[in-house]
């Protein structure tokens, strides 16, 4: 009934080597390279008849046993959530929205100046860079101005030292991110 043929009888009978199955971690990851990897599993037979490369296997392969050795045991509950909340823990949920929240403050820059003597005027330049005409704020406190200004991203405050004391009121203008006060100075 089963006609059984012997190996060899045929010459269109191949024989085929059972794959052997790679001996450490090394070997297993280059043939599993060798399968995705088209051309690559030829080269890994090339190399695998070298004696140089089996003892560079042996010698990776021995390395990786001796990591594994060292590394402590997975923990039992990895992969598993755990709550930080403790149990019978009732938590309270805050009902401002975000329109509530204070925006977070933009961090303080310093301001560039300059003060100029015009005779009977002080003109102090500034540079603002970033706010709007209406976001700025100047203060006159005798021999010293205060410069203050706050936009969502720019913040800015200096106190500019003036060489005299000058009358309240001072005249603003803003242009390209550059203020100019002029400031009348006080009769001596």
Same mark, same amino acid.
């Not at 203060?139 to 200096?158: M, P």
């Given at each position: 009934?089963?006609?059984?043929?012997?190996?060899? @009888?045929?010459?269109?009978?191949?024989?085929?080597?059972?794959?052997?199955?790679?001996?450490?971690?090394?070997?297993?990851?280059?043939?599993?390279?060798?399968?995705?990897?088209?051309?690559?599993?030829?080269?890994?037979?090339?190399?695998?008849? @070298?004696?140089?490369?089996?003892?560079?296997?042996?010698?990776?392969?021995?390395?990786?046993?001796?990591?594994?050795?060292?590394?402590?045991?997975?923990?039992?509950?990895?992969?598993?959530?755990?709550?930080?909340?403790?149990?019978?823990?009732?938590?309270?949920?805050?009902?401002?929205?975000?329109?509530?929240?204070?925006?977070?403050?933009?961090?303080?820059?310093?301001?560039?100046?300059?003060?100029?003597?015009?005779?009977?005027?002080?003109?102090?330049?500034?540079?603002?860079?970033?706010?709007?005409?209406?976001?700025?704020?100047?203060?006159?406190?005798?021999?010293?101005?205060?410069?203050?200004?706050? @936009?969502?991203?720019?913040?800015?405050?200096?106190?500019?030292?003036?060489?005299?004391?000058?009358?309240?009121?001072?005249?603003?203008?803003?242009?390209? @991110?550059?203020?100019?006060?002029?400031?009348?100075?006080?009769?001596?």
């Amino acid at each position: 009934m089963g006609q059984e043929k012997k190996k060899g @009888s045929d010459k269109h009978d191949l024989e085929v080597e059972p794959e052997s199955q790679p001996e450490g971690m090394v070997e297993g990851a280059l043939h599993g390279l060798g399968k995705i990897i088209p051309g690559f599993g030829e080269v890994v037979k090339g190399l695998e008849k @070298s004696e140089a490369f089996q003892e560079r296997l042996e010698a990776a392969n021995a390395e990786i046993e001796r990591r594994m050795e060292k590394a402590r045991p997975p923990r039992k509950g990895w992969g598993t959530r755990r709550s930080i909340i403790p149990a019978r823990t009732t938590l309270k949920v805050s009902q401002t929205s975000l329109k509530e929240e204070s925006p977070v403050p933009a961090p303080q820059k310093d301001v560039i100046t300059d003060t100029f003597d015009e005779g009977d005027r002080l003109v102090v330049i500034a540079e603002l860079p970033g706010v709007d005409e209406k976001d700025i704020e100047v203060e006159v406190k005798g021999d010293r101005i205060v410069l203050f200004a706050r @936009s969502r991203s720019h913040q800015y405050h200096k106190v500019v030292d003036l060489p005299c004391t000058v009358k309240d009121g001072p005249s603003l203008t803003y242009k390209n @991110s550059i203020l100019r006060v002029s400031l009348e100075k006080e009769p001596k």
